[in-house]
């Protein structure tokens, strides 16, 4: 069993900056990809960004390409969002999740992560 726990969202405003943190507890967090997603207000949760079990690759929405960082310690058994250049189109409840195996590649598709976080919240006012 895994479990996962945001912090570090808030409200910021446009052109800020903000940094999420997602910690994990289980033995397999040192060996499993990370994703982050989110879900705005009114709409579908979409795929943020994800980083593989060592860090050595991330894959990005378009949305965010540029702006946000992934990254990961797994000596502290957590994974990192930096946001930057924040939009209120940003706005969302921001969501870690890690699959159960191993996975052979990095994927967007949220059906292929099974734990999932509580989320936090990202405000961006205009």
């Known amino acids: 069993q895994v479990q996962l726990v945001e912090s570090g969202g808030g409200l910021v405003q446009a052109g800020g900056s903000l940094s999420l943190a997602c910690a994990a507890s289980?033995?397999?967090?040192?060996?499993?990809?990370m994703g982050w997603f989110r879900q705005a207000p009114g709409k579908e949760r979409e795929f943020v960004a994800a980083i593989n079990w060592n860090g050595g690759s991330t894959y990005y929405a378009d949305s965010v390409k540029g702006r946000f960082t992934i990254s990961r310690d797994n000596a502290k058994n957590t994974v990192y969002l930096q946001m930057s250049s924040l939009q209120p189109e940003d706005t969302a409840v921001y969501y870690c999740a890690t699959h159960r195996f191993p996975a052979p590649t990095l994927y967007s598709d949220q059906s292929k992560y099974v734990y999932w976080g509580q989320g936090t919240q990202v405000t961006v006012s205009s």
């Open positions: 289980g033995r397999t967090f040192m060996s499993n990809a």
